[in-house]
């Protein structure tokens, strides 16, 4: 009779150890995938928000971050995170009109946030909000945004106006807008992923490419340009995003958990950003073979002009009303 009853004592140990409510106990594991250097201002937050939500939860959270493209390239990861593949990506604002969201190249249009305080009133109000509720539809929660800064041009060749810019084949990320701003320049749009430049920069199969200078440095790509213009004509910034059903399968407090170490992620990177792209551009200033244009208001004003044309272009393909806004608000803060 005592070996039956330990018999049953022992596999109803097995069974619950087995159950799914032990297994309920094992961490919750989020892969973080992104394509850039953790020393970037997108690579430090990643990292940051790793740490917080590992310490906040107790370990009851692991987050894996996945830099450099290791584990998908830049249209692999939408595709990735929309089936569940991963939970967590960063974009880049620009991808995202290739889910169909083409409102989101509204970041893309040249010279259209004059300073930061104008960036930060579109990201932390009402339109970077309505341009994230447009993701629900597509599997997708926006927990936010992610500055970077704002993009500068290089090439192996002198560009200081935008006349020089004449026939130089250009990197681009997939943004019609992008597209229709190199085309206005004179130059050759050439898609490619993010991950795919350095190789053509080494092979000359572009000339080009526009970045910001903690991208450049990160990747040393300015040690495969000879000239750099600083025009800081258009912005960079990545939306933070999740797979939806992840998020909602989620308690409602580890809900509010991450949240809250995503807004402290995201403090700490937007601050940073700006000094990060500055000590960039030092460092590549040590480069000699590397020409600097650094442009006076009035040579701005010339690439301003240049690109003027591009946002009415793009009223078919981003809303015209949102546009009208951003530059309301761009109104607002100059006086």
Same mark, same amino acid.
């Given at each position: 009779?005592?070996?039956?009853?330990?018999?049953?004592?022992?596999?109803?140990?097995?069974?619950?150890?087995?159950?799914?409510?032990?297994?309920?106990?094992?961490?919750?594991?989020?892969?973080?995938?992104?394509?850039?250097?953790?020393?970037?201002?997108?690579?430090?937050?990643?990292?940051?928000?790793?740490?917080?939500?590992?310490?906040?939860?107790?370990?009851?959270?692991?987050?894996?971050?996945?830099?450099?493209?290791?584990?998908?390239?830049?249209?692999?990861?939408?595709?990735?995170?929309?089936?569940?593949?991963?939970?967590?990506?960063?974009?880049?604002?620009?991808?995202?009109?290739?889910?169909?969201?083409?409102?989101? *190249? =509204?970041?893309? @249009? !040249?010279?259209?946030? $004059?300073?930061?305080?104008? +960036?930060?009133?579109?990201?932390? /109000?009402? %339109?970077?909000?309505?341009?994230?509720?447009?993701?629900?539809?597509?599997?997708?929660?926006?927990?936010?945004?992610?500055?970077?800064?704002?993009?500068?041009?290089?090439?192996?060749?002198?560009?200081?106006?935008?006349?020089?810019?004449?026939?130089?084949?250009?990197?681009?990320?997939?943004?019609?807008?992008?597209?229709?701003?190199?085309? *206005? =320049?004179?130059? @050759? !749009?050439?898609?490619? $992923?993010?991950?795919?430049? +350095?190789?053509?920069?080494?092979? /000359?199969? %572009?000339?080009?490419?526009?970045?910001?200078?903690?991208?450049?440095?990160?990747?040393?790509?300015?040690?495969?340009?000879?000239?750099?213009?600083?025009?800081?004509?258009?912005?960079?910034?990545?939306?933070?995003?999740?797979?939806?059903?992840?998020?909602?399968?989620?308690?409602?407090?580890?809900?509010?958990?991450?949240?809250?170490?995503?807004?402290?992620?995201?403090?700490?990177?937007?601050?940073?950003?700006?000094?990060?792209?500055?000590?960039?551009?030092?460092?590549?200033?040590?480069?000699?073979?590397?020409?600097?244009?650094?442009?006076?208001?009035?040579?701005?004003?010339?690439?301003?002009?240049?690109?003027?044309?591009?946002?009415?272009?793009?009223?078919?393909?981003?809303?015209?009303?949102?546009?009208?806004?951003?530059?309301?608000?761009?109104?607002?803060?100059?006086?």
């Amino acid at each position: 009779m005592f070996k039956v009853i330990h018999s049953i004592l022992l596999c109803s140990v097995l069974i619950y150890a087995l159950s799914p409510k032990v297994a309920h106990t094992e961490p919750i594991i989020i892969r973080f995938s992104h394509v850039v250097a953790e020393t970037t201002p997108k690579g430090k937050a990643a990292l940051e928000f790793k740490k917080l939500v590992e310490e906040k939860t107790n370990g009851k959270v692991k987050v894996h971050v996945y830099p450099n493209a290791t584990l998908y390239k830049d249209k692999e990861e939408l595709e990735a995170l929309q089936l569940g593949a991963v939970q967590m990506i960063a974009p880049s604002l620009s991808k995202l009109g290739q889910l169909g969201l083409t409102d989101f *190249e =509204l970041f893309d @249009i !040249p010279y259209i946030f $004059p300073n930061q305080n104008v +960036l930060r009133s579109v990201t932390e /109000g009402p %339109i970077g909000q309505q341009l994230l509720s447009q993701l629900n539809d597509k599997g997708i929660y926006g927990l936010g945004y992610w500055h970077n800064g704002f993009k500068v041009f290089t090439a192996n060749s002198a560009i200081q106006q935008p006349l020089d810019m004449s026939g130089l084949r250009l990197r681009i990320q997939p943004s019609r807008t992008l597209e229709t701003q190199i085309v *206005e =320049l004179g130059a @050759i !749009p050439i898609q490619m $992923p993010f991950s795919d430049l +350095l190789t053509a920069l080494k092979t /000359g199969l %572009i000339d080009g490419t526009e970045n910001t200078t903690s991208n450049l440095y990160s990747q040393h790509m300015h040690q495969l340009q000879t000239h750099l213009v600083t025009t800081y004509h258009g912005y960079l910034g990545y939306a933070v995003i999740v797979n939806r059903e992840f998020w909602l399968s989620l308690p409602k407090q580890l809900q509010i958990t991450l949240m809250w170490c995503f807004q402290q992620a995201t403090l700490t990177n937007n601050l940073a950003a700006e000094q990060i792209n500055k000590y960039a551009l030092e460092q590549i200033r040590q480069n000699t073979n590397l020409h600097i244009h650094d442009l006076t208001p009035k040579q701005r004003e010339q690439w301003v002009q240049a690109l003027a044309g591009v946002a009415d272009k793009m009223s078919h393909q981003i809303d015209p009303e949102l546009i009208k806004q951003v530059r309301q608000l761009a109104k607002q803060n100059s006086k």
